[in-house]
């Protein structure tokens, strides 16, 4: 087993074909499925299966694809951070973003680590709290933001912010910033909701059972851009952040009210790895990350949002 094979490997499972892999390897197609079969006769098993419709991994495939990317992932990382380059922070950080803050955070964080640091390649992923927090259990994110988590044996956290959740509703129900809804309220419509098991939906839920009431729920989904899209098309109200949608208040494709009876909070945390070496890369995109959140809450442009020193001193 090289290199060669694990990048042949990853390509034609990212591609679906040997020829289009062939292409983006800059090889001729024979030699990519000499690799492909030379890795199958090794480790005594079929990766592929080739059919009219591509190239399709099987069950032994996948698992040898995620471990072929982050092999190839690590090493990368390890060019990047040996390369001789005196004074300059070099190497490849990979951070998560929850979707609802990916917009006020991404293009910011992104722009500062470009102009000061030119040696850091950014890797930014989104997604729910709950696959950040597994992508960084499994060693494919160097730091995230996290829901309502304090550390782990396996994780390290910062406290960063704590932000009140909204009911959003379409344009037509007339919700206000200035006039909080009731949770039951809230929760009597139609509700799109997230999935079980990821950070919001646990933060509603905890709260719904707080103030004993139930749940009219017609659609979970692992997507906010779905919950979203599902309110506008009328089919019921949802929970977010105010962070999530304080650009569709603001055009008018939604209304919006924060929660009250009780107020439903949740704490945003910067959670890093216990396991392995935090590089100098990674501490300087953290601290980054984390200056780009202080100056959006103590800016205004994150909606009911509380820096977490001053939550703390609240009570939080």
Not at 84 to 109: N, R
Not at 149 to 174: C, I, Q, Y
Not at 279 to 292: C, I, N
């Amino acid at each position: 087993m090289d290199l060669k094979q694990l990048r042949a490997l990853v390509t034609v499972a990212e591609a679906g074909s040997v020829t289009r892999a062939a292409e983006l390897l800059h090889l001729v197609q024979p030699a990519v499925t000499r690799q492909i079969r030379t890795l199958e006769q090794e480790l005594g098993v079929t990766l592929f299966e080739r059919t009219r419709q591509g190239m399709q991994l099987t069950a032994a495939g996948t698992t040898m694809v995620e471990r072929a990317r982050r092999a190839l992932n690590e090493l990368e990382r390890a060019r990047a951070e040996i390369r001789p380059t005196p004074d300059v922070v070099s190497g490849i950080v990979t951070v998560g973003l929850l979707d609802s803050a990916t917009d006020l955070l991404a293009e910011p964080l992104a722009s500062a680590v470009i102009r000061d640091h030119p040696g850091i390649e950014l890797r930014l992923l989104t997604a729910y709290s709950g696959h950040l927090q597994q992508w960084l259990d499994e060693g494919d994110l160097d730091l995230t933001l996290l829901y309502n988590l304090a550390g782990t044996p396996s994780l390290n956290v910062e406290p960063l912010v704590r932000e009140r959740l909204w009911a959003v509703a379409p344009p037509s129900a007339g919700l206000r910033a200035d006039e909080p809804v009731p949770l039951e309220q809230a929760v009597s419509h139609p509700l799109v909701v997230p999935a079980s098991g990821h950070g919001l939906r646990t933060v509603i839920d905890a709260a719904v059972a707080q103030a004993k009431v139930e749940m009219n729920l017609v659609v979970q989904t692992n997507s906010m851009l779905v919950q979203k899209q599902l309110v506008r098309a009328g089919h019921g109200w949802t929970i977010l952040p105010g962070v999530g949608i304080a650009e569709d208040v603001a055009n008018g494709s939604l209304s919006a009210a924060p929660l009250c009876e009780p107020e439903v909070w949740r704490s945003i945390v910067l959670g890093t790895s216990r396991a392995g070496r935090v590089t100098p890369a990674a501490e300087v995109v953290a601290k980054e990350l984390s200056r780009q959140i202080h100056s959006a809450v103590r800016q205004g442009r994150w909606p009911s949002a509380e820096l977490h020193d001053r939550g703390a001193r609240k009570g939080a």
